[in-house]
């Protein structure tokens, strides 16, 4: 907000666009997964896991079971400090 005189008395300006932006980090990539990623952020720790809608029910289960455990094996591998 900004005050501006214009000798007739006080007039009150709003610069509703004039804010300032917002940075927002990016998100460290820990790891590339065959069907997603592992990603960190300030806050928190991002598993994603996507695949083709084309595949029967088992072979869904089965990639998503290969990427959670893939992850929790090379979690286990770090240092139990390194999110604190």
């Known amino acids: 907000m900004q005050k501006t005189n ?3 008395g006080e007039e009150i300006v709003f610069n509703r666009y ?6 927002k980090s990016r998100d460290k990539t820990l790891m590339e997964l065959e069907h997603g990623w592992l990603k960190e952020s ?3 720790v991002k598993f994603f896991s996507s695949v083709k809608k084309s595949l029967d029910i088992a072979q869904i289960k089965n990639a998503f079971q290969h990427d959670m455990n893939f992850v929790q094996e090379k979690l286990d591998e770090l240092d139990p400090l390194y999110f604190l």
Do not use: F, I, L, T
């Open 6 to 8: 214009n000798g007739q």
């Open 18 to 23: 004039n804010r300032k932006k917002k940075s």
């Open 42 to 44: 300030p806050q928190r």
